[in-house]
């Protein structure tokens, strides 16, 4: 059964960083674009940063464009999501997702972010 995990979120102060974490497992993640997205209280759940399946070409949310950072490593099943200079509006759930470009996609749970002084 395919499953994404996310681990790193937690509580930051502006301007400082954080490292996310995207595990997967029960599928071939070379054969998957993958997105982060975020969603804060109250709000739709929004794109923050995207990545072809072999992490050539990379989207980015003009949000976090310069300060955020996607990357990937096929060869371990993970997707990373580098926040720099992070700022309180970046406050919300971040999630990943798997997409195979065929009409399957994984969710995981998500990872809370915080960012407060």
């Known amino acids: 059964q395919a499953q994404l995990v996310e681990s790193g979120g937690g509580l930051v102060q502006p301007g400082g960083s954080l490292r996310l974490s995207c595990a997967a497992s029960g599928l071939t993640l070379r054969l998957f674009a993958m997105s982060w997205f975020r969603q804060a209280p109250g709000k739709e759940r929004e794109l923050v940063a995207s990545?072809?399946?072999?992490?050539?070409?990379?989207y980015y949310s003009d949000s976090v464009k310069g300060r955020f950072t996607i990357s990937r490593d096929n060869n371990k099943n993970t997707v990373s999501l580098q926040m720099d200079r992070v700022k309180p509006e970046d406050t919300a759930m971040y999630f990943c997702?798997?997409?195979?470009?065929?009409?399957?996609?994984?969710w995981g749970q998500g990872t809370q972010v915080t960012v407060s002084s």
């Open positions: 997702k798997a997409n195979s470009g065929l009409g399957v996609t994984y």
């Open positions: 990545i072809d399946n072999i992490g050539y070409a990379a």
